[in-house]
């Protein structure tokens, strides 16, 4: 079936550093795959996406390729703040009427 | 995108109780989904919702307890009923974009039962 596996957390990183979370997916043909990112005590925001194998998102200085041959999807900031604390989902959508599926979530902590 | 806002933001039951949640949008759309995200979780979908037909319930969620009605393009309300401290949780709406293939989500509802 399809799936979505991140890596957990919590992870925590003092402000200015690298950030990555991992991001793997099993699903059969090509999904599009997104990233959301929830705030303490608010919603999910979609922060990038891409629809197909190669596609960059971007987002706030978030990236994430789509790379089909590892099918993967990580995360990355070049310099994160203390307002990018927050858990982000990874997912995944077979087509435009499927469901979209849900990793379990990364907690991110960013220290002053 | 599509601007989704949940009544109430949050609320404290009492067992055994009712509790209908409203989500409004600011767009027609076809599809609506609810969510469920208990503490510390991630997200499981509960049910889709397509106006004029019955809501599609996923595995493990049952019309008898999560009721849901779609009246329009851009109204729907989930009822969780008879409610355990076991259904606190955030109740999250979403809308799927179209063309795109993007999915927003409301800003949730927090429950607790007590």
């Not at chain 1, 999807?73 to 087509?95: I, M, P, T, W």
């Not at chain 2, 949008?25 to 397509?50: H, K």
Request: proline letters at 5%; glycine letters at 8%; aromatic letters at 10%.
């Amino acid at each position: 079936g399809n799936s979505v596996t991140q890596m957990e957390g919590p992870v925590t990183l003092s402000e200015e550093a690298f950030l990555t979370i991992n991001c793997t997916y099993t699903a059969t043909g090509y999904p599009s795959l997104f990233w959301y990112v929830q705030y303490p005590g608010e919603g999910l925001q979609l922060l990038l996406k891409a629809t197909k194998a190669d596609d960059k998102g971007s987002n706030k200085g978030f990236e994430a390729t789509y790379r089909k041959e590892t099918t993967s999807f990580h995360l990355e900031k070049g310099s994160v703040q203390v307002s990018d604390s927050a858990v982000y989902f990874c997912a995944l959508k077979r087509n435009q009427g499927g469901k979209l599926i849900f990793g379990q979530g990364t907690e991110l902590s960013v220290k002053p | 995108s599509a601007v989704i806002s949940q009544k109430p933001s949050r609320d404290i039951c009492q067992r055994g109780t009712s509790l209908t949640i409203q989500c409004q949008v600011d767009s027609q759309v076809t599809m609506m989904f609810w969510y469920r995200q208990q503490p510390g979780q991630s997200l499981t979908l509960i049910a889709t919702a397509n106006q004029g037909s019955e809501a599609t319930y996923e595995s493990g969620f049952v019309i008898d307890k999560f009721p849901i009605s779609r009246p329009n393009l851009t109204f729907s309300t989930l009822t969780v009923s008879n409610m355990s401290p076991e259904d606190s949780s955030i109740y999250l709406c979403s809308v799927s974009g179209t063309p795109t293939n993007e999915q927003y989500f409301g800003p949730g509802t927090r429950l607790t039962v007590t």
